[in-house]
């Protein structure tokens, strides 16, 4: 099983570049292509990484040791070296008809291991309670098309957000999409979904789109009747010129599962199935919002600015459990919950908002690429007497530095870098990041840590 493994990569690298070239049309005008990417990374931190385990965590709504902080000798250390394989196929097809009318269906599913050489192991993001088909499993696209230049576009189905999305366009050739992309008050995969984009404004300053999106998602009523149907709406602005891209994107979600994992799934909100001593808590529905503006800037062929500002805001949300109505505790979690507050105010959940920006510089010189970058978190407002994170705040900086490798393929990149992280305070990570682990170091513990990377990406 483990030489199967193995071998997998290099075949897949091989179907890759002869797909590379196997995007074809029919005699009516029809057209089909094929396309995605592999990445391979290995990484090593230089710190000790300590992980409470389930049990010293309270893991069922304490998951940031907010409530329980264990002693730094009775945590166990991972280990120190770490893998990541992530692989993309997108199956696409567009027709354009005499009107200049476009026509277009894709299909894009993603792929996870903690195996670098392990590949097509387990889906990128597990949304979908017992998917079986293709159909219904955890796409990240799936979408239905039809355009026209003067008119714009009108896409439906399961769409990317134009939050995470662009976000890891601008990050990613930086070393920084994994910390900036996946953080944040966002939502990446909205499972259902209209998008309505403008068509291309031009004048003599540059070019500008609009585009607005409106998404929802089934109930998740397994556990409660009180159970609310997840609803988003995001407006997005794209204008560039020779010198500048800008975009900014507004999202807002009521109803689902609240977080602050920039790359979550829109999915819905149990409800409020908790009663302590037959007492319901009657804790209100959750939302969440978040705003970014960033962009490139190229004053020469030779090098880019890359920048971003991101305001994130959620309105707390309790942790729900099924609680013993003798002992009045939780016996195993259905949702964490959200910057909630201590047990004798039933872990009310607390309004936030927070900061966060990036800004990045980029070199080019043949076919190789330098990068320097950073990103800070910062603290946030809130009125929870409970420490989760809201007094901390971080710094994140990358240098990296890539080359492309035509000479074995023109998608091919071999990469390498290393990051330094500094926490404010010690105790519960930003809430801007998803868990204390994010950035390779536990705040609980260490305020800072570094490490390094390499890997490579083959796109096709």
Same mark, same amino acid.
């Given at each position: 099983?483990?030489?199967?493994?193995?071998?997998?990569?290099?075949?897949?690298?091989?179907?890759?570049s002869?797909?590379?070239?196997?995007?074809?049309?029919?005699?009516?005008?029809?057209?089909?292509?094929?396309?995605?990417?592999?990445?391979?990374?290995?990484?090593?931190?230089?710190?000790?990484i300590?992980?409470?385990?389930?049990?010293?965590s309270?893991?069922?709504?304490d998951?940031?040791?907010?409530?329980?902080?264990?002693?730094?000798?009775?945590?166990?250390?991972?280990?120190?070296?770490?893998?990541?394989?992530?692989?993309?196929?997108s199956?696409?097809a567009?027709?354009?008809?005499?009107?200049?009318?476009s026509?277009?269906?894709?299909?894009?599913?993603?792929?996870?291991?903690?195996?670098?050489?392990?590949?097509?192991?387990v889906?990128?993001?597990?949304?979908?309670?017992?998917?079986?088909?293709?159909?219904?499993?955890?796409?990240?696209e799936?979408?239905?098309?039809?355009?026209?230049?003067?008119?714009?576009?009108?896409?439906?189905?399961?769409?990317?957000?134009?939050?995470?999305?662009?976000?890891?366009?601008?990050?990613?050739?930086?070393?920084?999409?994994?910390?900036w992309?996946?953080s944040?008050?966002?939502?990446?995969?909205?499972?259902?979904?209209?998008?309505?984009?403008s068509?291309?404004?031009?004048?003599?300053?540059?070019?500008?789109?609009?585009?607005?999106?409106l998404?929802?998602?089934?109930?998740?009523?397994?556990?409660?009747?009180?159970?609310?149907?997840?609803k988003?709406?995001?407006l997005?602005?794209?204008?560039?010129?020779?010198?500048?891209?800008?975009?900014?994107?507004?999202?807002?979600?009521?109803?689902?599962?609240?977080?602050?994992?920039?790359?979550?799934?829109?999915?819905?909100?149990?409800?409020?199935?908790d009663?302590?001593?037959?007492?319901?808590?009657n804790?209100?529905?959750?939302?969440?919002?978040?705003?970014?503006?960033?962009?490139?800037?190229?004053?020469?062929?030779?090098?880019?600015?890359?920048?971003?500002?991101?305001?994130?805001?959620?309105?707390?949300?309790? @942790?729900?459990?099924? /609680?013993?109505?003798?002992?009045? #505790?939780? =016996?195993? *979690? &259905?949702?964490? %919950?959200?910057?909630y507050?201590?047990?004798?105010?039933?872990?009310?959940?607390?309004?936030?908002?927070?900061?966060?920006?990036?800004? @990045?510089?980029?070199? /080019?010189?043949?076919?190789?690429? #330098?990068? =320097?970058? *950073? &990103?800070?978190? %910062?603290?946030a407002s809130s009125?929870?007497?409970?420490?989760?994170?809201?007094?901390?705040?971080?710094?994140?900086?990358?240098?990296?530095?890539?080359?492309?490798?035509?000479?074995?393929?023109?998608?091919?990149?071999?990469?390498?870098?290393?990051?330094?992280?500094r926490?404010?305070?010690t105790?519960?990570?930003?809430?801007?990041?998803?868990?204390n682990?994010?950035?390779?170091?536990?705040?609980?513990?260490?305020?800072?840590?570094?490490?390094?990377?390499?890997?490579?990406?083959?796109?096709?």
């Amino acid at each position: 099983m483990k030489r199967t493994k193995l071998i997998c990569l290099p075949l897949f690298v091989s179907v890759a570049s002869a797909v590379n070239a196997a995007s074809f049309e029919v005699a009516s005008g029809s057209k089909f292509e094929i396309s995605g990417f592999t990445k391979h990374e290995w990484s090593r931190s230089f710190s000790p990484i300590h992980v409470p385990t389930n049990e010293q965590s309270n893991y069922t709504i304490d998951n940031r040791n907010a409530l329980t902080k264990p002693s730094v000798t009775s945590v166990p250390q991972a280990s120190r070296n770490s893998e990541l394989s992530i692989q993309q196929l997108s199956l696409g097809a567009t027709h354009e008809t005499a009107g200049a009318v476009s026509v277009e269906a894709r299909m894009t599913y993603r792929w996870r291991s903690s195996e670098a050489f392990k590949v097509f192991d387990v889906a990128d993001q597990d949304y979908i309670a017992g998917n079986g088909t293709i159909w219904k499993s955890d796409l990240t696209e799936k979408f239905l098309g039809v355009s026209r230049p003067d008119l714009g576009s009108l896409k439906f189905g399961t769409l990317l957000s134009r939050s995470w999305s662009r976000s890891d366009a601008f990050s990613f050739p930086v070393g920084l999409s994994g910390a900036w992309a996946d953080s944040g008050a966002g939502f990446a995969i909205l499972p259902t979904s209209i998008r309505l984009t403008s068509p291309i404004w031009e004048d003599g300053s540059g070019k500008l789109t609009a585009e607005a999106t409106l998404a929802t998602n089934n109930k998740n009523s397994a556990y409660s009747s009180s159970a609310t149907t997840p609803k988003a709406v995001e407006l997005f602005l794209q204008f560039s010129n020779s010198k500048n891209l800008i975009e900014l994107s507004m999202q807002s979600a009521s109803g689902a599962k609240q977080t602050s994992f920039g790359k979550a799934a829109l999915v819905g909100w149990i409800g409020d199935p908790d009663s302590i001593a037959g007492v319901p808590r009657n804790s209100g529905k959750p939302s969440q919002s978040v705003v970014t503006l960033q962009g490139n800037h190229w004053p020469n062929p030779q090098n880019m600015l890359t920048w971003g500002v991101r305001r994130s805001q959620w309105s707390g949300s309790a @942790a729900s459990c099924t /609680y013993s109505q003798t002992d009045g #505790y939780c =016996l195993f *979690g &259905i949702d964490p %919950g959200f910057n909630y507050g201590p047990e004798n105010t039933n872990y009310v959940g607390y309004r936030a908002r927070t900061m966060d920006t990036m800004l @990045a510089w980029s070199h /080019y010189r043949g076919l190789y690429t #330098y990068t =320097l970058g *950073g &990103i800070y978190f %910062g603290s946030a407002s809130s009125d929870n007497p409970t420490e989760w994170g809201q007094s901390n705040s971080a710094l994140h900086l990358n240098l990296g530095i890539s080359r492309l490798v035509p000479e074995v393929h023109k998608g091919l990149r071999v990469s390498a870098g290393t990051s330094f992280t500094r926490f404010d305070n010690t105790g519960p990570a930003p809430l801007s990041m998803p868990n204390n682990n994010f950035l390779g170091v536990n705040p609980l513990y260490k305020k800072h840590g570094h490490g390094a990377t390499v890997g490579l990406t083959w796109a096709f």
